[in-house]
């Protein structure tokens, strides 16, 4: 399926040359999901100093981590039922097909650097919870609290209200009304309830950070970071350190990376399979569309985007329309552009 991409390519570039190639759509490219402009910036004047695709992405991805992007990355944002923020990252090098990952990682601020160690430094591809943390002691990163007065108080709040929302069901007492401990309801009573955690805008607000970077030479890198959703139960896992959910890089096609509701979005490898459709010969723009359509089958109402790259440099993105979530907005660098530009997209 792969000639179908690269044949064409190959010929042109042949007879051609490579500049007629990418005259349409150049290289190097940068592409983020939200309008994280700094990271962008970052990640662009990455390579622009002569760094590889991996140091882009891991640079870009880093600066949301300090700057705390919508406050669904890095410390200080989306507290657990305990009120701990704990962040979740992957790196990805498309020419090696090597993977970084941690999950639940506590009291380490520099997520995706822990990745990019367990990516250069082990031939593991995830880590989690405190052993992640015990290992990026040892690479040499300071071990801190991720808490902020902002998180401490969105924790109370919380808690003043019952602990609503939540994302327990089938349990006693009603975890729609009552905060835990929990239990399972009998099964005989049991009946399949819906979660007591119901989505709106300033609920899901921005989401994780996810990079695709192109080098000018072609090689991709790929990466995510985040600290989940608010209120989670203490050990969740979200999409975004899973190898092609949260993100996903293959420099003989190109990269793709995932937004939105990381328990719906890990159940179809949303980045994966983007990368594949482009394989079979899809435009970016198609395949993320095709990804979007192929979760809605299943769930209608989830809010997820994705954005696509191939390695000539065209991209494009998609996400699942809702009353609240009409555009996805997402940055691009290329060098085409003199600077870091915001794009959109209506959701389908």
């Known amino acids: 399926m792969a000639w179908k991409l690269n044949v064409p390519l190959l010929l042109m570039s042949l007879l051609f040359g490579p500049a007629l190639v990418r005259s349409s759509s150049p290289l190097p490219l940068v592409l983020n999901t939200w309008p994280f402009k700094n990271a962008t910036e970052v990640a662009w004047r990455t390579l622009a100093s002569g760094g590889s695709s991996l140091d882009a992405v891991e640079s870009g991805c880093a600066v949301c981590e300090r700057e705390q992007c919508d406050g669904t990355v890095g410390f200080g944002g989306s507290p657990d039922e305990f009120g701990e923020t704990t962040l979740d990252a992957m790196i990805m090098d498309g020419t090696t097909m090597d993977v970084g990952a941690v999950g639940a990682l506590r009291r380490i601020k520099n997520a995706i650097g822990v990745a990019r160690k367990i990516l250069e430094c082990t031939t ?185 790259a191939n390695v000539t440099g065209s991209y494009g993105a998609a996400c699942n329309k809702l009353p609240t979530f009409t555009q996805f907005s997402f940055m691009v660098y290329n060098s085409k552009k003199n600077q870091p530009t915001e794009e959109k997209v209506d959701c389908i």
């Open 124 to 308: 593991h591809t995830l880590l989690v919870g405190e052993s992640a943390t015990k290992f990026a002691e040892s690479m040499g990163f300071i071990n801190e609290d991720l808490s902020t007065n902002t998180s401490r108080t969105l924790h109370l709040d919380w808690l003043a209200r019952n602990c609503q929302p939540n994302y327990w069901r089938n349990v006693i007492p009603d975890a729609s009304k009552y905060c835990g401990p929990y239990k399972p309801k009998p099964h005989s009573v049991l009946k399949q309830d819906g979660p007591a955690y119901k989505e709106t805008r300033d609920n899901f607000g921005h989401d994780t950070i996810g990079m695709v970077v192109i080098h000018k030479t072609g090689h991709t890198a790929a990466g995510t970071s985040t600290n989940g959703i608010k209120f989670k139960i203490p050990g969740r896992v979200g999409d975004s350190p899973v190898p092609g959910s949260g993100a996903y890089a293959d420099d003989t096609v190109g990269a793709a990376a995932a937004t939105g509701d990381g328990d719906v979005l890990m159940r179809f490898l949303p980045s994966y399979q983007a990368v594949e459709y482009m394989r079979g010969g899809e435009d970016p723009t198609i395949a993320c569309q095709k990804v979007i359509s192929r979760i809605q089958k299943y769930y209608p109402t989830f809010m997820g985007a994705v954005i696509c």
